[in-house]
């Protein structure tokens, strides 16, 4: 299958309104194709209802629609079973929802639970805030100079007292992709459950939970194209099924008085209240347009973009790469020699360069490699080759006026 990357940044209308606009802040969210803006438009002007409470044909035919959207997140990332899907408002809720179910509910004084030094924040504070509920401890695994997993350290933390180890795919702040099927399978052989964050990685590349072992795996909607508001967290059935819920309110119970409260069967029992419908219609559209070209294609595309960055990043004195693993995700994070991250990027805006610049709610992470905040350039699908000529020759000339 070719590709036509005009054509296909002609699917988004945000860059008709903006012809001029290069947009490098895909990381933090990507933009949307007409066809995920023409599913929600088309939801609401023909069947939005409330989902799983009237015999009505709106209700039932919204949802016929939901329940439709979670079969389609199942298939798309392989999981055994729909009900293994539970939608949630995002990555960050989903990893709040398996701390306060499945941690509070498995956790206990002398319990560890491992992450990296390459987390966002949201894999870091849940799961503090969990084990000083439970008296469990949190352990950071390091990283090495280059922005690796420090693996000798990885094994030896990887004792009979970790039960979870919460990694992400890739770093939202360095790019470095993570070896999850090698980790994941060492976290088992120790007895630990895996918790894997796919946020950076589920725009980019197939995703096959039963094929990395994950216990859990957790996305958002918004990072691969589709609605705010809508993420999943996959879970193993037999997992779901012996956690309580995080949440109380309607949908989720099985009957209620006041000697007691039944619940649920999962996935039910973990989505309290009435659901983003209209968004889980706009993920599985977004699963639909990813599914329509050609995703090895596109990887390709978005990994010589990166080779072009690179080439023209060694070029431009005063620049500086955090993070030289070979396999990254389709950013890159950089700090400069004569200038601050926040000032380049005020600059680039005014040339119509949008960039990410801080510490991307990964401060352990760049505290440990020394630095306080970087400039992130993220591609995405649409990112064309001018894209990266227009920011390599804008950043060349930025750094001339702030020398």
């Not at 968004?279 to 390709?300: F, K």
Request: hydrophobic share 45%.
């Amino acid at each position: 299958m070719s590709l036509d990357i005009s054509a296909l940044r002609a699917e988004f209308p945000l860059f008709g309104h903006y012809p001029d606009l290069v947009y490098l802040d895909n990381a933090a969210t990507t933009q949307k194709p007409r066809a995920v803006l023409d599913a929600e438009r088309a939801f609401y002007e023909t069947s939005n209802a409330n989902v799983h409470r009237g015999p009505h044909r709106l209700s039932i035919k919204a949802t016929e629609a939901f329940e439709a959207a979670r079969a389609k997140v199942a298939r798309f990332i392989n999981a055994e079973r729909d009900d293994e899907i539970v939608f949630t408002r995002g990555t960050t809720e989903a990893i709040n929802l398996v701390a306060y179910s499945w941690g509070a509910a498995n956790l206990k004084p002398g319990d560890e639970v491992l992450v990296t030094a390459l987390e966002h924040h949201a894999n870091i504070v849940p799961w503090q805030l969990i084990a000083r509920q439970t008296g469990a401890t949190v352990r950071a695994i390091p990283v090495l100079a280059d922005g690796s997993l420090d693996r000798t350290a990885f094994l030896s933390l990887l004792q009979p007292q970790v039960k979870l180890v919460a990694i992400t795919h890739a770093s939202n702040a360095i790019g470095t992709r993570l070896p999850v099927l090698e980790l994941t399978a060492a976290a088992h052989v120790a007895g630990a459950r895996v918790l894997i964050d796919g946020a950076q990685v589920i725009a980019h590349e197939s995703v096959d939970v039963q094929a990395l072992g994950a216990d859990f795996y957790v996305f958002s909607g918004h990072k691969m194209y589709g609605p705010t508001g809508i993420g999943v967290l996959y879970a193993k059935a037999e997992l779901l099924a012996g956690m309580p819920p995080w949440q109380g309110g309607g949908e989720m119970i099985d009957r209620v008085s006041f000697d007691g409260t039944t619940f649920a069967e999962p996935p039910a029992r973990f989505e309290a209240g009435t659901p983003a419908i209209a968004q889980a219609v706009g993920l599985a559209a977004a699963i639909d347009w990813l599914n329509t070209h050609d995703r090895a294609g596109l990887r390709q595309h978005e990994a010589h973009l990166c080779a072009l960055l690179d080439a023209g990043l060694r070029k431009i004195a005063g620049v500086k790469v955090i993070g030289n693993t070979a396999d990254r995700a389709p950013l890159r994070s950089l700090v400069f020699e004569h200038a601050h991250p926040f000032d380049v990027a005020q600059f680039l805006d005014a040339r119509d360069i949008a960039v990410r610049v801080g510490r991307h709610c990964a401060e352990p992470l760049l505290e440990s490699l020394g630095v306080t905040g970087t400039l992130r350039v993220s591609f995405a699908a649409y990112n064309t080759v001018r894209d990266v000529e227009r920011f390599l020759a804008a950043l060349a000339e930025t750094l001339d006026d702030l020398a």
